[in-house]
């Protein structure tokens, strides 16, 4: 049985699919991490870059966007630079968002999503999901959209048009043209670049691309996004409207369902196997790392058939936690090492298959000479880590502070230099109480001293790795440790 939870708080939006009381997708979002990916921009050309077969587009938002000479409308193969000029108007849709420092990329290829259908206006073809079964039924279902669609324009039937209505489908394709004329009314009253459509607020998205087999969807809480998504579901599957529900109990509802500790773990860098093994997965702003280790596990056989066990697992594992974290781009994993060319095929297929579920695009390149998977899973928005992570003001977002030999030496130097240079009786030292403690069981080795005395005092409001320093104009009574 699948299940959805939504949960629209006040400062984050999370949502939750569950399959037999599992998690098989998490979402969350704030306003710094909202997706923007399927939002459609009247946007002016700022400047074209023949050199890069691309432009730099201005959509309204701080940062211009990227659009690239292969996502424009038409034939590809004519340049950029005779396609399109500087303070030139296009219609354009957000493709993805890289991350980082990195703008928006955007492409003329529009896409408008429903349950069953998804329009594309600007090409005339029409497309069915592989995951549809029996020739004759997809030439059917082709047929029947391709009449449906004024000309010049095409669909793409998604796999939930299997078990639709022609009906059904007669009337999502309906709504998406009216969407779609209500786009190009707003481009022409528009003198000013900025967003258009394609709204594409969290419990919106998950309603559309998860709703069409599910048995429950539980909301919590109020709002515009949630608002949207409820409203979908009255317009488009009415026959839906029944499985949902409100949770109005005080606090939270996925701390209600039991959801907080698993979700949690999903921002720990350290995913323990069943078998005892473990994962650690690094995110840098290039690629994800997954580093795949026995552990605990030393199996009952010999060497060769522990390490293929451990690294069965970790394939499996590795496919779901890049899944439930929605980790986008590059990835690459690195399992214990495997002599035998079958073994590494079993790791690669069952690699595959664990991503066969996924609604992402992913890649999965195989085996490098160093012996290190290589993939790439598609990037639709901003990662559970951006969600609900921010990066660490001690470390600057590096993983590492200085160490407590380092600090020290660090701020004895800034309390010598402002005890040479300043008039002051003794001067205090504020470090962080781990350094403070790990002073006390330092052996100091002989160095000129300050021409001060310097008073060290634990300060539980000065974060790992920094240091404050002051002069004063008497020495005081008492400190934690002295220099």
């Known amino acids: 049985m699948r299940e959805i939870l939504i949960e629209q708080g006040r400062f984050l939006t999370r949502a939750v699919v569950l399959e037999e009381g599992k998690l098989a997708a998490v979402y969350a979002e704030h306003s710094k991490t909202a997706g923007r990916v399927g939002e459609i921009y009247s946007g002016r050309v700022e400047n074209v870059l023949s050199g890069l077969q691309a432009a730099f587009v201005d959509i309204g938002l701080p940062q211009k966007a990227f659009l690239h000479v292969q996502q424009l409308a038409g034939h590809v193969r004519t340049p950029i630079q005779k396609r399109l000029r500087a303070g030139q108007w296009v219609l354009v849709q957000v493709e993805s968002c890289p991350g980082g420092d990195k703008g928006l990329r955007l492409t003329e290829r529009i896409t ?32 029947l959209v391709r009449g449906m669609l004024p000309e010049g324009m095409g669909a793409i039937v998604r796999t939930a048009a299997a078990d639709c209505t022609e009906a059904q489908l007669r009337r999502e394709c309906e709504a998406l043209l009216a969407q779609w004329n209500e786009i190009l009314a707003g481009q022409a009253e528009r003198h000013m670049p900025g967003l258009l459509g394609g709204e594409n607020a969290l419990p919106l998205r998950v309603v559309r691309d998860h709703m069409e087999d599910v048995a429950h969807l539980t909301v919590q809480g109020q709002g515009g996004g949630l608002a949207a998504a409820l409203a979908f579901i009255r317009r488009l599957l009415p026959e839906c409207w029944p499985q949902v529900q409100r949770f109005d109990e005080p606090g939270s509802l996925l701390e209600a369902r039991g959801l907080d500790k698993p979700l949690r773990e999903l921002q720990h860098r350290r995913v323990w196997l069943k078998s005892g093994g473990f994962l650690l997965i690094e995110r840098t702003q290039a690629m994800t790392v997954i580093d795949v280790n026995t552990g605990k596990f030393t199996g009952k056989g010999d060497f060769e058939d522990t390490i293929l066990r451990t690294n069965l697992e970790a394939a499996a594992e590795a496919a779901r936690q890049l899944r439930l974290r929605d980790m986008g781009g590059m990835a690459v994993i690195d399992f214990i090492d495997m002599a035998r060319e079958p073994a590494r095929e079993q790791v690669l297929a069952v690699l595959r298959e664990a991503f066969a579920p996924d609604r992402n695009r992913v890649q999965v390149l195989g085996f490098t000479r160093l012996g290190l998977v290589e993939l790439r899973r598609q990037r639709l928005g901003y990662g559970l880590d951006e969600a609900l992570g921010q990066e660490c003001p001690a470390c600057s977002g590096t993983g590492q502070i200085d160490a407590h030999a380092w600090l020290l030496e660090r701020a004895c130097a800034a309390a010598a230099r402002l005890a040479a240079h300043r008039d002051c009786a003794c001067v205090a030292l504020r470090l962080p109480v781990q350094t403070v403690q790990a002073l006390k069981q330092m052996e100091k080795a002989d160095a000129p001293l300050a021409q001060r005395p310097i008073a060290i005092y634990a300060d539980g409001g000065v974060m790992p790795g920094q240091y404050a320093v002051k002069g004063l104009n008497a020495r005081p009574q008492e400190a934690d440790a002295w220099l």
């Open 112 to 143: 408008l999503p429903g349950v069953a259908l998804v329009l594309t206006p600007m090409e005339d073809a029409v497309g069915v999901s592989r995951r549809i079964g029996g020739d004759e039924r997809r030439e059917a279902l082709k047929a």
